[in-house]
Each structure stands twice: as C-alpha cells, then as structure tokens.
RNA sequence: GCCGACGUAGCUCAGCGGUAGAGCAACUGAUUCGUAAUCAGUAGGCCCUCGGUUCAAGUCCGAGCGUCGGCACCA
C-alpha cells in the first residue's frame, strides 16, 4: 500500500504496487504528459519503475536540470541505433551522456567520416520521430552474455563479463533496437526532441587504455530546445573567436613553423607581452624575497642519473651527444637538479634557511606530437621556477606566503578566481613511503594554515614529491591550471644539498618546487584567450596608435607620439593616407587600447581626442594631461599607487 | 604515439585529371576627408615534401612532415 510524497510535501494513497506513469496521471494529465523520468527517494530512475513502498517522488520534467542528461543518453542511444542501422556489422561498445552532449564508440573497420553525419543525422531525426518506447528488461547474467555473444556485440559481453557478479544486468530495448545500459532513460526517443547535432568524429581507445583497439567515436550535442542549442553553438564560435593561435596571428604576436615544430618565433609585438609579463614577475618575486639565478641548458647525463630524471623521464628529454666528446648531454626538462647545484656551492647555515632560489628557466620537453596545441603545450618553454630550501617546520610559513603571492599576481592579471588540486603519491615514484606520508603530511598541515579547501587529484604527484595546483577561470568559464607547489624531500637527498643545523649538525633540506605561472608561453596563451586580445593597457604590445585626420596635422602628431614615447608608453603612428573610419577600424581590429586622434582642429589648440577600444566616444585633452593620463593608467599593478 | 580530417598568394578560402582563382592585405596613383572599410590600377604562387599512376597531376595513389579535432600523455 505505496504511500507516495510529493515535494509539496502532500502524500498520495495507492492500494496497490504503481509505476510513476501511474502516479503522474493520478495528479493530472499536464503531469502525465511532461513527467520523463522521477527521482524515487532521491535516485533518478524510469518513470515505469514499480513503487511498491512509502516513498518520496519527484517527478523530472523538461525544465529540471535531470533533463539534460537524460536527453544526452537516449540521444546516444538513438545514435547507436542509428548507425546500426545504416551501417551492419558496426559493434557498440560505450555512449555516456557528458558535459554539453554525448558520445559513442564504435567498433568498426572504416572509421567513421563528417561525411556520414548528414545520413545518421537524418536516421536519428526518424527515430526519434518514430517515438520508440525504452523498455527496461532485466537479464540473467550469462543470459545477457550469451544474447551478445550471439549478436556478435562483443565488448558489450566483455562489458557484462567484467561487471561485479552480484550486479543487475538490465537492457533497455526501443522498438527493435536493444542496448545494455543501466538506464534511467525517458519514456520514449520522442523525448529527445529535435535539439541535437553531430559534432566531430575521434579515435577513441576501447578502456582509454591505448594499448587496446582504436575505436571509432561520434560527438553529438544535445539539448532542451532549439535556442539553447544555437546558444551553446554560439559558445563555441566565441571560443574559437578567442582562440590565442588566431589572435596571435591577426596580432602578429608570434607564429610556429614545421622545422621547429613545438617551438615559439616570438615577434616584436608577442615578445613586447612577454616582456612585460616578465619585467612585472621579476619584480613581484624580488620584492618577495626571492634571488634569481641562471643555471645551463645542457648539462652531462651524470646529474640526470643522480636526480633520478635519467630513470623517471627520460623518454622526455633531448639528448645530445657530441662527436669529439666521449659525451652525452641532455637539454633540461625542468631547473630543480641545477638549483641544488647552487644550493650545494659553500656551506650553508639553518640561519640562510629560507633560501628562495628563482629562474625563469628555459626548459625543453619531447612532448607527443599530438599533445601539441599551440602556445598551450609547446616543446620549449620558460617556467617562472623557483625552489625553496627550507626546514619542515618552513614548509607551512612558505605556503602561505605562496599562495598569497600567487592570489595577488593572478589579481593583477586579471583572474579573480581560483582553485586548488592535491595531487599525492604516483604508481611511478622515487623515495621511501615513510618521507611520503612526510611529504604529504607536511603539505596538508601547510594547506590548513594557509586556509586553502582543495580537491584530492589522486595518484597524481611528480616522481619526487606531493603537489598543489592552482587552477584558474577564465572570463568564458574555462579552467587552466597554472600555478604549481610541491614538497620534495628527494632531491635534495639524492643530491646531496646540506645545511648546517642551530646544533651543528648537518641536515637535508626540504625543498618546495613552486611556479604561479607554470610556463609563460602557456600563461601568455591563456592571458590571450581570457582577454581576447583587448588587453589591459599596462599589458597591451601597442598601447596608442597615433592617428592623423590629415595631413597637414602630421608634425603635429609625430610630436604627440614622440612624447607618449617618452613618457615609457608603446605608441605608434599612422600618417598613412586613409579616412579616418578605416584607420578607427584597423586599429580597433587589431585590438590597440588607445587611439589618439589628431586633426586640424587638435594641431591648433595642442589637444588629442582620446578613442578607447570598444568605445564611441572621444575624450579631448591637452597634450600633456593626455601623455600624463595613459602612462598613469599603463603602470603595471604592483608600481600604481 | 594512435584514429580521422586538412595542407593552394601575407591572411581567409575556392578550384578535385587538360594554360592556377576570389576577397582582404601589400604596392602605385588619385583623393585631405572628424571616429569601424574612399576610388582606380599593379604586382604576387616549388598548389607542404618525396615517390608513383597517366599523353597530361593542386586534382588520383603511396610514404613522410606539419596543422587541426579527439584519444592516450601532461612525469
């Protein structure tokens, strides 16, 4: 005798077992018809479930945010069937429900093409239209491994196969076509609607383990109706309209070519942004207490072989070796082994503890030719690096230190949010499990006193110690993660940094590995999308483009640039022979933040009309307020009062 | 590294067996103009590389390199 709650909190009496359709009806038939799924004491399943006990019901309509994934997963479904369909002997294996839509993976000897999306597109449309009922069926289990078996499906046996033995195994058929799958799912394909698109096709490893067969995947989106789906295609072309690779060509910032392929040409304006970057870290670190170094590129693999890099990651090094020489050199992936050659240089006293030893070092790594992604992830790079010698009772104080530092430059940069990863010990890793538990013990306390929340990262710590990263959003909602600080314990042992303690004797450091940055090429990169190119003026490559109106205006407007010049801004000067409309636009597309319009009218009374990016207005001032007025707004952060 | 697509003028792209094209940019000339494109003209190409098929190859086939989208990787 089911007493059912509503979220109303009313209580509807059945005599009997009922499913939800049931109970949707009794309420009303605007209900019935907009019920497509329930959560039944809190767990989403079949609006056909059997209720047979006292249970709070809420029914999922359209509009609930339950929606969305159930749309997503029937969506799979029916592309499964689809392309069962159309192309025979194509094995299913996965179709989850994801962020912004769903996949599937199939197996098939010719991997799928764009090409074939009209035609499954099409097939999906038919079936949906064909409102084919989701029937849940429950199956023995070596009943449903044979039922594969015998179709020929066989990763859904395997799937089955690999579940645990006291699992149910459920099907859910719509019209002929039958799926394993755990549901839940809506009531008919007909839910789907019409809101749904094929987006790419990949490769896709069966397992995501890449040893086992390439499977053949199809990306589709899904949603509730037509506008959200414009609206997240429209997302998508705001992505790519940012997209630094395009902004830094259209801004001539750097480029890549096939013979350095991984490798950054930097050009005058992209280098101007770096140094910019640079020049502001430099001073943040400088006043922080930090000393910066310089350490070489090549260095004998006797160090690696020491450090451990040799063994742990060595597949991910350049290796030189030199003809005369009897020699091999390796290109460094990271500074850590050649800061503790500095640290090892004297004797070094607790009372030097703290040392904070800073580079921006530039490192090389043999990265995947498919892991390559524009400034993103690059082969050579320059990371804001420092290592922090230090004592355990040190780890806590530095982190907190840290992480202020860090939370004010990425302020400064235009990022006011963050969050933090912890990422502990790897399978693949060096040292003891008792300076594990330190490691981790000691970055946990340091995360309670610098009052950080984080997320566990499981199993994903360098070699050498446990690690925080820092992640930040950017103004579409994307996260990078940038920042990084990991205790070490290893190194310094493996080579051989000491310090003298208060009683004389000689202790190792611990040494905390830290970068707010991570690499510049990929911070500058993400700077490039977050701001889609329109950078703040301290940031800007071209802070002022000097701009005639005519000709006769040209001396004047030299003198206009040359004093926005002296006054340590970037301006440059457009004399060329256009209205002024177009040079309004050039420069607007070309993201200049200031355009400093002279006419006529400016030449005669020594005055500039001040155009902002973006903006529609002008702003008339004297030469000097104006000169005074920019090079107050282009201070970088950390000089402005 | 794996799967797929792509590689043509500085940029964006069209051409898909029969003499290499467009728009923008560049250059030249005219125009001196008040806040998102003034007009006219000129020039510009180892069609990624190497092999093959063919009377004939940007065009078809193979290999390599690179780029893009995923997967794996991000130590």
């Not at 990763?155 to 089955?160: F, M, N, P, Q, R």
Request: one cysteine or more.
């Amino acid at each position: 005798m089911p007493a059912i709650t509503l979220p109303d909190k009313s209580v509807r009496q059945f005599d009997a077992p009922v499913t939800g359709a049931t109970v949707a009806e009794a309420i009303g038939p605007g209900l019935a018809r907009a019920a497509l799924a329930m959560k039944l004491d809190g767990r989403l399943v079949d609006l056909e479930t059997q209720i047979d006990h006292d249970a709070d019901v809420v029914f999922v309509t359209r509009r609930d945010p339950e929606a969305l994934e159930l749309i997503r997963h029937d969506a799979a479904h029916v592309l499964a069937e689809a392309v069962q369909e159309l192309y025979p002997g194509t094995q299913v294996t996965i179709g989850p429900a994801i962020a912004d839509g769903f996949y599937y993976d199939f197996a098939r000897n010719d991997p799928f093409t764009p090409d074939d999306f009209p035609r499954i597109e099409a097939k999906m449309r038919e079936i949906v239209a064909r409102g084919e009922k989701f029937v849940r069926q429950v199956m023995d289990r070596d009943a449903a491994i044979r039922f594969f078996d015998d179709k020929g499906e066989k990763y859904k046996a395997e799937i089955i196969q690999d579940l645990p033995r006291d699992e149910t195994i459920t099907l859910y058929r719509q019209g002929d076509w039958v799926d394993l799958c755990r549901g839940p799912h809506m009531r008919s394909t007909a839910d789907i609607g019409g809101a749904f698109k094929l987006m790419k096709v990949a490769g896709a490893y069966w397992r995501g383990d890449h040893r086992n067969a390439m499977l053949s995947r199809i990306y589709g989106t899904a949603w509730r109706d037509q506008k959200e789906l414009d609206n997240y295609l429209h997302v998508l072309e705001e992505a790519e309209r940012r997209d630094h690779r395009r902004i830094g060509k259209e801004m001539g910032l750097f480029h890549f070519q096939e013979e350095a392929a991984g490798s950054v040409f930097w050009h005058p304006k992209g280098w101007k942004l770096y140094r910019t970057a640079e020049a502001y870290m430099r001073r943040r670190l400088d006043a922080a207490g930090y000393q910066e170094v310089k350490t070489p590129q090549l260095v004998d693999r006797a160090l690696w072989e020491r450090s451990g890099h040799w063994e742990k990651f060595r597949q991910h090094m350049f290796i030189a070796r030199v003809e005369d020489e009897d020699k091999t050199l390796a290109l460094k992936p990271m500074n850590c082994p050649c800061h503790v050659q500095i640290f090892r240089q004297g004797v070094r006293s607790y009372r030097a503890l703290p040392l904070r030893l800073a580079e921006f070092g530039s490192c090389h790594r043999y990265e995947p030719s498919g892991a390559l992604h524009g400034l993103m992830r690059v082969r050579q790079f320059t990371q804001d690096d420092a290592h922090i010698f230090c004592t355990d009772q040190q780890i806590p104080p530095e982190t907190v230190r840290f992480v202020e530092l860090l939370a004010s430059i990425y302020r400064d940069f235009g990022f006011s949010e963050f969050f933090v990863k912890f990422s502990d010990r790897p399978a693949l890793r060096a040292g003891s499990d008792d300076v594990w538990d330190r490691a981790e013990g000691a970055l946990k306390e340091a995360c309670a006193s610098a009052g950080i929340d984080y997320t566990l990262n499981p199993g994903e710590g360098a070699f050498y110690g446990p690690k925080l990263e820092f992640v930040l959003r950017d103004a579409i909602g994307r996260d990078w993660q940038c920042g990084t600080l990991q205790v070490d314990y290893i190194l310094p042992e493996l080579l051989g940094a000491e310090y003298v303690a208060e009683d004389g004797s000689r202790r190792t450091p611990a040494m905390l590995h830290r970068a707010i940055l991570g690499s510049f090429e990929r911070f500058l990169g993400v700077l490039i999308e977050h701001y889609a190119g329109r950078f703040p003026l301290w940031l800007a490559p071209v802070q002022a483009v000097v701009a005639t109106i005519v000709s006769d205006a040209d001396a004047y407007a030299g003198e206009v640039a040359l004093a926005l010049r002296k006054a340590g801004l970037t301006a440059e000067l457009d004399l060329s022979n256009q209205k002024i409309n177009a040079k309004v636009r050039e420069h607007s597309l070309a993201h200049v933040p200031v355009l400093a319009v002279v006419g006529r009218k400016e030449a005669e009374q020594r005055t500039v009309a001040l155009r902002r990016l973006g903006g529609s207005t002008q702003e008339v001032l004297p030469l000097e307020a104006a000169v005074r007025r920019l090079a107050d707004e282009a201070t970088p952060p950390d000089l402005s009062s």
